[in-house]
């Protein structure tokens, strides 16, 4: 299994807690690849995906085709979590850089990272 910063994977997220995402889903991995290529580092960092329209920076739109996504999806960004890379079961494809560099606007806006 490749993983690369803006692969769509299937993760299962459970067990989760209050309004978290949950259930084996799409997500987003957004993790550097150095991260995510290290064994040192079990954990990396996803972006759940949903198919319920959101709006604004934080709910970047993903297209199907490439990422493997079946219909038009939405990144949670504000879901963002560190997920231990066992519990990724598939790689479904890869994100459009336009969509990744948007998913970044929205990590920025959501960590206080904006300059």
């Known amino acids: 299994m490749k993983l690369e910063r803006g692969s769509v994977v299937l993760v299962a997220l459970d067990p989760t807690l209050g309004h978290e995402q949950r259930g084996t889903r799409p997500a987003v991995l957004v993790s550097d690849l150095a991260v995510i290529a290290d064994q040192r580092f079990p954990l990396v960092g996803i972006l759940p995906v949903t198919s319920t329209p959101g709006s604004g920076a934080l709910y970047p739109r993903l297209s199907p085709g490439e ?9 949670m960004v504000d879901q963002l979590r560190s997920v231990d890379k066992r519990r990724i079961l598939q790689v479904f494809g890869r994100i459009r850089r336009s969509e990744l560099a948007a998913i970044d606007d929205g990590l920025r806006l959501y960590l206080g990272l904006r300059s």
Do not use: V
């Open 67 to 75: 990422s493997g996504l079946r219909k038009e999806s939405w990144a």
